[in-house]
């Protein structure tokens, strides 16, 4: 078995919670590789242990049975989406603040020792095909794993929007912008802006407007066979920002259908310590 360990330099300082995975996984007879999720910033480069020998993460994955990253939510959907063509699951350990993706906390990393035998299951999480259309032309496509924002950035003005499920109008409303997420990511940004709890397993879309200028636009939980569409309506501001897991902002006009569609892809996460969803839900959130 061969396990690649994907460590966050800027969260896992000095490599060290990689270095113990690896002494664990390697004493339980696992081949290992250690390779970095991205490169690093010039201006900001952290210090890395000499001992440890980095290799190129794309070769690695040929190779690799499991996947296992540190960090936060961030790094975890970085992650996946690089293990994704590859097939292989991924197994977050986190080091960050809430980590819901995170099957795994820092003081666990005893547990690693089970891949060894096979004592872990694989949960498949739905992802979204994302695609942004200009005058009949894809002119963006990406797949996500949490969510796609359509927001306005940082300018006070609002955005006119109108949101479609197989083109039909669902909601149309002013407002900061919206939000369309998997059952995974539900409990990220969906959920800060009001949006529904929904379990991780469950094949759905979830949109969820951001601070809307009215009283009708409420959260929409979809069929996952729906077609969500988004697009900027005139009178508004003339341009909104489209990031999905996060990642760099692309700009969308007025005019561009930005279409949200459940993947043929999936993720998938591996599961070691038998824990639910609602204990991971009260144990990050708290109870009421």
Request: proline share 5%.
């Amino acid at each position: 078995m061969k396990v690649v360990l994907c460590p966050n330099p800027y969260r896992d300082k000095g490599l060290k919670a990689a270095q113990s995975a690896v002494k664990i996984l390697e004493n339980s007879g696992v081949e290992t590789a250690v390779c970095l999720p991205f490169e690093l910033e010039e201006n900001n480069r952290p210090e890395l242990p000499a001992q440890v020998r980095l290799k190129a993460l794309k070769q690695e994955l040929k190779t690799a049975d499991v996947l296992v990253c540190f960090g936060g939510d961030g790094t975890i959907l970085h992650a996946a989406r690089d293990a994704n063509p590859y097939n292989i699951p991924v197994l977050g350990i986190n080091l960050g603040s809430v980590g819901f993706m995170a099957e795994l906390e820092h003081s666990e990393l005893s547990l690693l020792a089970r891949l060894a035998g096979g004592k872990f299951d694989v949960e498949r999480r739905m992802m979204l095909d994302v695609t942004v259309r200009r005058d009949g032309r894809r002119v963006f496509r990406e797949t996500a794993l949490n969510d796609a924002v359509i927001t306005k950035g940082s300018v006070a003005r609002v955005l006119d929007l109108e949101v479609t499920g197989d083109r039909a109008t669902i909601a149309a409303f002013s407002g900061d912008g919206v939000i369309v997420a998997t059952p995974t990511g539900s409990t990220a940004y969906s959920l800060a802006a009001g949006g529904p709890i929904v379990e991780p397993t469950a094949a759905n879309l979830i949109v969820t407007p951001v601070c809307a200028h009215s009283l009708h636009a409420k959260p929409f939980v979809l069929d996952s066979g729906r077609a969500v569409g988004v697009r900027i309506t005139p009178g508004g501001r003339k341009m909104a920002y489209l990031s999905v897991d996060g990642g760099r902002a692309f700009k969308v006009q007025v005019g561009d259908w930005v279409e949200c569609r459940r993947s043929e892809r999936f993720a998938k996460l591996v599961k070691l310590t038998g824990r639910s969803f609602y204990e991971r839900i009260n144990q990050k959130l708290g109870r009421a």
